[in-house]
């Protein structure tokens, strides 16, 4: 361009510096293409799950019954409900308890399965004592529980954005197993407070969950 005199005075822009994160720390610049979405959730995994896994086991379990507790409080009367879980691990809740109580009051349990990479989940009911096998990643599943749908998906979350977007282990099975359901389910999202962050930069194949539970009073 002729115009463009570099050599003289200050050096022009097309557009101005952005300063948003000095009025707000928690704004992020925006990541719109795919591959640095992609990029920033693998390494906000593991930030978060590190974060969740420095957090004593006693604490863990207490934040587990205040999570069950909420839960009881939000979805209300269980019986005749089918319900799906998880097994935890990587330092998720741990409701393996409160699934055994959903049975005593006359509601029923099941466990999420990986059938392959890049499928939805198929969930099989289980009740706490029937018999486990391993599954993909060594995830212990129901050996012959019938498959089932559930009505309520309780979904352990790496982390939480205020949309109610889960980030997840990265395998999108939630996402593709409530897209594919011949219904919605109610889905809770289940986490530790340490977990909600100010974006997930929601994708088009992103679902938002119907709520999210914490440890936190008020669910
Ligand atoms: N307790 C529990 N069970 C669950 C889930 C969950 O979130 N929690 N799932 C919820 O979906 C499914 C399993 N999802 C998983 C997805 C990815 C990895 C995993 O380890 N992935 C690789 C890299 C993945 C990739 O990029 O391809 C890794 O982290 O090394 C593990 C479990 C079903 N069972
Ligand atoms: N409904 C879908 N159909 C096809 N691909 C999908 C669908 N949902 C998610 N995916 C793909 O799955 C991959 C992982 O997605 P994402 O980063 O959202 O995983 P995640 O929610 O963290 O994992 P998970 O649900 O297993 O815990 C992406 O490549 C995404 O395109």
């Known amino acids: 361009m002729t115009d463009n005199r570099d050599d003289e005075g200050p050096a022009q822009y097309a557009s101005p510096p952005c300063f948003m994160h000095e009025l707000d720390p928690a704004y992020q610049v925006p990541l719109s293409d795919w591959s640095d979405v992609r990029r920033w959730r693998k390494a906000e995994r593991e930030r978060l799950i590190g974060a969740r896994l420095a957090v004593s086991a006693d604490a863990r379990a207490a934040m587990s019954v205040r999570i069950a507790e909420s839960l009881d409080a939000l979805i209300g009367d269980i019986a005749g ?24 009051r006359g509601g029923r349990t099941a466990l999420p399965v990986v059938v392959e990479k890049g499928q939805p989940l198929v969930f099989r009911a289980y009740v706490p004592g029937d018999r486990l096998e391993k599954g993909v990643w060594n995830i212990p599943i129901p050996a012959e529980g019938e498959p089932v749908l559930p009505d309520i998906v309780i979904s352990p979350v790496v982390g939480i954005d205020p949309g109610n977007y889960r980030l997840g282990y990265g395998g999108g099975f ?46």
């Open 81 to 104: 409900r089918m319900v799906s879980l998880y097994w935890p691990f990587r330092g998720e809740p741990d409701l393996r308890g409160w699934m055994a109580s959903i049975n005593a």
């Open 174 to 219: 939630y996402d593709r197993t409530l897209a594919a359901l011949p219904f919605r389910p109610l889905v809770i999202g289940v986490g530790y407070e340490l977990q909600r962050i100010p974006t997930i930069y929601p994708q088009p194949h992103d679902i938002p969950m119907s709520e999210v539970v914490t440890e936190a009073a008020g669910a």
